[in-house]
């Protein structure tokens, strides 16, 4: 169980999909977070894992949009998985299983909207203002945009030796040394 913990933070170090929220219990977004198919699995391990099944969720907030006939339907293919592979260590396999069969998984998705409520404005609109805000900080005017062009060359580099010093003209302001 060590050995695998180990492994899956090694393998996922750095990817925004998987979180470990304790040493057994994991969540595992399997899509974009733009994505209208996207879901979150969340992960627990039992004291008897991997010979017993981890109990696996969609509960989370994220996975309000999606039916429960879709979620059934995704719980009951990952337990086939985890059927598949009791007694070894499956996280891995299950995660990149369920990225495969994303499509699969979600083909008879539909997006419920039972009410709209304020929860559900403000979720659908963060990403779309958080784009834009991005895009707006990128946007230089053209005169930005010229005096970066010229200090650079045609890869957009700064050309070697731009932050040098003129010896010359150093040595005229500091003076250098006296010769008497």
């Avoid at 039916?67 to 007694?87: P, R």
Wanted: net charge negative; hydrophobic share 35%.
């Amino acid at each position: 169980m060590m050995m695998e913990l180990e492994a899956l933070r090694s393998i996922y170090e750095g990817d925004e999909c998987f979180k470990e929220i304790s040493p057994v219990s994991f969540q595992f977004r399997v899509g974009e977070l733009e994505d209208s198919k996207a879901f979150i699995l969340d992960i627990t391990w039992p004291e008897t894992y991997p010979e017993t099944a981890p109990q696996i969720s969609l509960e989370a907030f994220f996975n309000n949009r999606i039916s429960a006939e879709t979620k059934q339907l995704i719980l009951a293919k990952l337990e086939e998985q985890v059927e598949a592979n009791l007694g070894a260590a499956m996280m891995y396999t299950l995660f990149e299983w369920a990225k495969e069969n994303q499509e699969t998984l979600m083909e008879n998705h539909k997006s419920i909207v039972t009410a709209v409520t304020l929860t559900s404005n403000s979720e659908v609109s963060e990403p779309a203002t958080a784009a834009k805000k991005k895009e707006k900080k990128e946007q230089l005017t053209k005169a930005q945009k010229r005096r970066m062009i010229n200090k650079t060359d045609h890869k957009g580099e700064l050309p070697r030796g731009w932050n040098w010093v003129d010896v010359i003209k150093h040595l005229s302001k500091t003076g250098g040394k006296d010769e008497d």
